[in-house]
């Protein structure tokens, strides 16, 4: 008989807990990977259910066909051919149906094409498409630092989608009266570009496209007085390490040993990879996309009137190698991997129907900053190679 109470108390305390791990409470099974010498914390954990679904959602899409690069050139064929002129009449047209797969399944040709007339530049999504093509080469002959021999196509970023989907442009959200909240002002809203934490909302304009200072760590043990950062700025960078850890799906031990954040012979070398993509970033944005702020319609600039800018999550979506690594150039070298015509159009003076010409190309780095700058010295990663085995 006084069996019953224990085993009374052993079912509630199972439903309490069956309670919490039921179907809306799921306790993640998370697989747990060291990363770094033991006892240094130096450990990457992944939800096995989310990432089975961002396996299934990074798949490279096949070629339409093998093209054959030998023939007469685009640019002899058609009329208003001004980047990709050098391709085979295959090569373009295989080009062609790849962009369409890859920005506008959907809508086909037209949706960058006046039906009647496939050489005007009618249609702005056409304009904008040459300039696209123009960075994609960029990124692949510039920042090879960063994307490696991997490099990125169209679908990198759009994944079937005219727009990516994970842009960002500037946050309106009301901002706490700064008399009320002193220096915390743009904070306790949610940052839908810091990670969806209560952290600076706009932290992506000051780092992704100003040049804002993000180094806020102290290095001496006690305050001296040197560092003139203070909470403020600290929440500024940790807002836009909250939006690349997202971003990348990692945790803050991907590129930092958490014991000494600012210390580059203690990060593993993805850290060195992630500098190059602050700068890779920032260039993109400042060179190629706000450029074409004349050519959008307002339907395609954020509430505050900005265009929609390249953050981390653009390319990566939530993996820390896009695509898982899986590189789709080896089909369009041709068209992608390498710059062919620099020039930039006056995109102030656009006109549908006008064909817009793109000027002569600048001086080598007179008007571009789209080429890497050296790391910061000590931020060569090599040194942790080691670390990263594991032991
Ligand atoms: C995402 C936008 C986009 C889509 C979709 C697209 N094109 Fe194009 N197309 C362009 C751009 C940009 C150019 C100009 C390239 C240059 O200047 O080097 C171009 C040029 C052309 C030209 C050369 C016209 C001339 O005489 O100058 C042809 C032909 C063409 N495209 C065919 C097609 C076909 C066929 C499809 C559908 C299978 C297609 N395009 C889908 C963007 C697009
Ligand atoms: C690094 C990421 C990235 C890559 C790579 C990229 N794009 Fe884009 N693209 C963007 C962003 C961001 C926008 C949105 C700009 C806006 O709407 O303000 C955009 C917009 C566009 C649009 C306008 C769509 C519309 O309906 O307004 C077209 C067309 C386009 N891209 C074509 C291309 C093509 C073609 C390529 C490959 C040659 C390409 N893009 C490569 C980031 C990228
Ligand atoms: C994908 C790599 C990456 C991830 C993930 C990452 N960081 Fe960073 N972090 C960097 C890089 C690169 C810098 C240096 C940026 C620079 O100097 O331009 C940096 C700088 C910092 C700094 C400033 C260091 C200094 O010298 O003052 C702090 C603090 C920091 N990170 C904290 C974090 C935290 C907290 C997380 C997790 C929420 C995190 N980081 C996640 C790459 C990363
Ligand atoms: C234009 C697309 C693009 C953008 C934007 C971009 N990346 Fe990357 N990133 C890549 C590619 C491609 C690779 C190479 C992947 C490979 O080696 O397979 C890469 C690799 C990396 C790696 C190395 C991963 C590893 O395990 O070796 C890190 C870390 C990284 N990116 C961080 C960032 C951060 C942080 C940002 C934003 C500040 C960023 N990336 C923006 C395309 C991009």
Request: charged share 25%.
């Given at each position: 008989m006084n069996l019953w109470l224990p085993m009374a108390a052993g079912a509630g305390a199972l439903l309490a807990v069956a309670?919490?791990?039921?179907?809306?409470?799921?306790?993640?099974?998370?697989?747990?990977?060291q990363i770094g010498y033991r006892g240094t914390g130096m450990y990457n954990s992944r939800d096995r259910e989310t990432e089975a679904a961002l396996q299934a959602a990074n798949v490279v899409p096949p070629a339409p066909w093998e093209a054959d690069p030998e023939g007469d050139r685009a640019g002899d064929i058609y009329e208003n051919v001004q980047v990709l002129g050098h391709l085979s009449d295959d090569q373009f047209n295989q080009f062609m149906a790849a962009i369409t797969e890859w920005i506008a399944p959907e809508e086909g040709c037209t949706y960058c094409h006046n039906a009647e007339n496939f050489a005007t530049d009618d249609v702005y999504q056409k304009v904008v498409s040459r300039r696209m093509i123009q960075m994609t080469q960029a990124i692949n002959e510039d920042w090879t630092p960063h994307v490696q021999q991997v490099g990125v196509t169209c679908y990198t970023c759009h994944r079937g989608q005219a727009i990516p989907a994970n842009v960002w442009s500037r946050d309106t959200s009301p901002e706490p009266q700064p008399g009320m909240a002193g220096y915390r002002a743009g904070q306790n809203v949610v940052a839908k570009f810091g990670g969806n934490s209560s952290l600076p909302q706009n932290a992506l304009e000051d780092y992704l496209l100003n040049d804002t200072n993000i180094r806020v760590h102290s290095t001496t043990a006690l305050p001296t007085g040197t560092n003139p950062n203070g909470t403020k700025e600290t929440e500024n960078t940790w807002s836009l390490m909250m939006h690349m850890s997202?971003?990348?799906?990692a945790n803050c031990t991907t590129c930092h040993n958490s014991r000494a954040f600012n210390d580059w012979d203690q990060s593993p070398p993805q850290r060195v990879t992630a500098w190059h993509g602050i700068r890779m970033s920032r260039a993109i944005n400042n060179d190629y996309i706000v450029g074409l702020t004349p050519v959008f319609p307002d339907s395609r600039k954020g509430p505050a009137g900005d265009v929609y800018k390249v953050s981390c999550a653009t390319c990566h979506n939530g993996v820390q190698k896009p695509l898982y690594g899986v590189s789709m150039i080896e089909d369009y070298v041709d068209a992608l991997s390498k710059k062919t015509q620099t020039?930039?159009?006056?995109?102030?003076?656009y006109v549908p129907g006008e064909t817009l010409t793109l000027e002569p190309a600048p001086e080598p780095g007179t008007t571009s900053s789209l080429a890497p700058a050296l790391a910061p010295a000590g931020a060569t990663g090599e040194r942790n190679v080691a670390a990263v085995v594991g032991q």
């Open positions: 309670s919490f791990v039921g179907t809306d409470w799921d306790l993640p099974p998370v697989d747990t990977e997202e971003s990348l799906g020039g930039v159009p006056d995109y102030g003076t």
